[in-house]
């Protein structure tokens, strides 16, 4: 059926259902003389007569059985094709990418995976646990968590979760002084980094720095030092202690990110919602 438009292939099926032209006419909603036309211009392209006049109806030629039953399969396979589209952005199934930091992936999201999937078994959430900021108008994310106020963007929305606070830890089991743990030379911009470069003062600086918080809390833990770290995830952490007075000395802004050609599918609200709960949950 090379070059056979579909929209011939309904009229052939509505005259094989309905019997005359007239009457597929009026299940079409359309007048008698587009039917003919239509069934002429199926017939041109396939170099046979479909169908042939006994008794007053239109009776398919063998030609005409033939292409009646490819044309249902047609029809079948569109509509099958509608539905799936018509339901896809109505249910809460398929792949969503979330990016963030290996700290909120590891210590926030990861543990609170359960419900969600608890909540919508049809859904699968690939976590991106990243420092870089992947881009969302580029589609390498979905939904992107970012610990600060992102640049304004016409195709990505953009709105405060919460904030994530910070104190100073260090290893439960060791005491005495300990020396500072920092971010490497390429994250000196942080102001995770620049409060311990002022905090510090004179105090030494342990023999290693790394490139994230989830890093850092290893190497805290591994007795190396003592550093500046996020409460929700170090509290929860047995191999942490905070250490001084134990006050929060530094929050930061949260903030979820989506593609504003998103918003209304069902998968992306879904998870959108599951982690405005958590956050309130966690970090409030």
Same mark, same amino acid.
């Given at each position: 059926m090379q070059g056979m438009d579909w929209n011939d292939l309904r009229y052939v099926l509505a005259v094989s259902r309905a019997g005359t032209l007239a009457a597929a006419a009026r299940r079409l909603r359309v007048n008698q003389t587009t039917v003919a036309r239509r069934l002429a211009a199926a017939e041109r392209v396939l170099g046979a007569r479909l169908f042939e006049r006994i008794d007053g109806s239109l009776r398919p030629t063998r030609a005409g059985e033939a292409a009646i039953g490819q044309a249902a399969r047609v029809e079948h396979e569109v509509e099958a094709l509608k539905r799936g589209i018509a339901g896809s952005d109505a249910k809460v199934a398929g792949s969503v990418r979330l990016t963030a930091v290996p700290?909120?992936?590891?210590?926030?999201?990861?543990?609170?995976?359960?419900?969600?999937?608890?909540?919508?078994?049809?859904?699968?959430?690939?976590?991106?646990?990243?420092?870089?900021?992947?881009?969302?108008?580029?589609?390498?994310? #979905?939904?992107?968590?970012?610990?600060?106020?992102?640049?304004? !963007?016409?195709?990505?929305?953009?709105?405060?979760?919460?904030?994530?606070?910070?104190?100073?830890?260090?290893?439960?089991r060791r005491t005495g002084e300990l020396p500072w743990i920092s971010y490497d030379e390429s994250l000196a911009h942080l102001p995770q980094a620049r409060w311990i470069e002022r905090a510090r003062g004179e105090e030494p600086v342990a023999p290693v720095a790394v490139s994230d918080a989830e890093a850092i809390m290893q190497t805290v833990r591994a007795g190396?030092?003592?550093?500046?770290?996020?409460?929700?995830?170090? #509290?929860? #952490?047995? !191999?942490?202690?905070?250490?001084? #007075?134990?006050?929060?000395?530094?929050?930061?802004?949260?903030?979820?990110?989506?593609?504003?050609?998103?918003?209304?599918?069902?998968?992306?609200?879904?998870?959108?919602?599951?982690?405005?709960?958590?956050?309130?949950?966690?970090?409030?």
């Amino acid at each position: 059926m090379q070059g056979m438009d579909w929209n011939d292939l309904r009229y052939v099926l509505a005259v094989s259902r309905a019997g005359t032209l007239a009457a597929a006419a009026r299940r079409l909603r359309v007048n008698q003389t587009t039917v003919a036309r239509r069934l002429a211009a199926a017939e041109r392209v396939l170099g046979a007569r479909l169908f042939e006049r006994i008794d007053g109806s239109l009776r398919p030629t063998r030609a005409g059985e033939a292409a009646i039953g490819q044309a249902a399969r047609v029809e079948h396979e569109v509509e099958a094709l509608k539905r799936g589209i018509a339901g896809s952005d109505a249910k809460v199934a398929g792949s969503v990418r979330l990016t963030a930091v290996p700290v909120l992936v590891n210590r926030l999201l990861v543990p609170a995976l359960a419900e969600l999937h608890a909540a919508y078994p049809g859904l699968r959430l690939e976590l991106i646990a990243d420092s870089r900021n992947a881009s969302l108008t580029r589609r390498e994310a #979905d939904i992107a968590l970012r610990l600060a106020r992102p640049e304004s !963007g016409r195709a990505v929305l953009a709105r405060r979760l919460g904030h994530v606070a910070y104190a100073v830890y260090g290893p439960r089991r060791r005491t005495g002084e300990l020396p500072w743990i920092s971010y490497d030379e390429s994250l000196a911009h942080l102001p995770q980094a620049r409060w311990i470069e002022r905090a510090r003062g004179e105090e030494p600086v342990a023999p290693v720095a790394v490139s994230d918080a989830e890093a850092i809390m290893q190497t805290v833990r591994a007795g190396f030092g003592k550093s500046l770290l996020p409460c929700f995830a170090a #509290d929860a #952490d047995a !191999g942490l202690r905070r250490l001084g #007075d134990g006050k929060v000395v530094l929050t930061r802004e949260l903030w979820l990110l989506t593609h504003g050609a998103l918003r209304h599918h069902a998968r992306i609200a879904a998870v959108v919602d599951w982690l405005g709960v958590l956050v309130k949950a966690r970090l409030a």
